[in-house]
């Protein structure tokens, strides 16, 4: 089993950063790929972004390219999400997610087998 850890939350101010990571902790972490998700309050969950463990190749949201970026540390078992330029739309609680293989597109919810519980994001007008 795999047990992924968020962190790095919080509250900010509109045009501030926020780094989240995501631990993942368990059998030994072979994922083909991690994600990051995010729901906001009396939305359905969204994709933000992924990045293969092998290689890095990464993917994003189309309205978050140039604002996040998802990266990893294959030493740490930990996957990244650097957040800047932050808006008040981007209030959330952002959740990180692993894959073990490639069927399903990575945009999807539905590829992805572990999950963390998630950390929170306010981001102040």
């Known amino acids: 089993q795999v047990q992924l850890a968020e962190s790095g939350g919080g509250l900010v101010q509109a045009g501030g950063s926020l780094r989240l990571s995501c631990a993942a902790s368990g059998r030994t972490f072979r994922p083909y790929g991690m994600g990051w998700f995010r729901q906001a309050p009396g939305k359905e969950r969204e994709f933000v972004a992924h990045?293969?463990?092998?290689?890095?190749?990464?993917t994003y949201a189309d309205s978050l390219k140039g604002r996040f970026t998802i990266s990893k540390d294959n030493a740490k078992n930990t996957v990244y999400l650097q957040m800047n330029s932050l808006k008040p739309e981007d209030t959330a609680v952002y959740y990180c997610?692993?894959?073990?293989?490639?069927?399903?597109?990575?945009?999807?919810?539905?590829?992805?087998?572990?999950w963390g519980q998630g950390t929170q994001v306010t981001v102040s007008s």
């Open positions: 997610a692993a894959r073990q293989s490639w069927g399903s597109t990575a945009s999807s919810d539905r590829a992805y087998d572990y």
């Open positions: 990045i293969r463990w092998s290689g890095g190749s990464t």
